[in-house]
């Protein structure tokens, strides 16, 4: 879904070059670049959103392993 926002964007842009009276080599050349930067962004920004869903997920679990253990210390001190 998203690399067809991408690449609907790109062509919106590439078209709207054309209309203004780029040379095509020069319309092509900056669509191609809108895509690639569009597209390394969204990749980057799924990639770190992971890192920190994992992170997340580490660290809750990490806490409720903490609190089993000082429930357990305190039933044996009892």
Request: glycine share 6%; proline share 0%.
């Amino acid at each position: 879904m998203l690399l067809r926002i991408i690449a609907v964007i790109s062509l919106i842009q590439f078209l709207l070059l054309m209309v203004s009276g780029k040379s095509m080599n020069i319309a092509l050349y900056r669509g191609l670049v809108v895509f690639l930067i569009l597209f390394s962004l969204i990749y980057i920004s799924i990639f770190l959103l992971n890192i920190v869903q994992n992170n997340t997920n580490a660290m809750s679990k990490g806490s409720a392993a903490a609190e089993g253990s000082d429930k357990s210390q305190n039933e044996s001190g009892k």
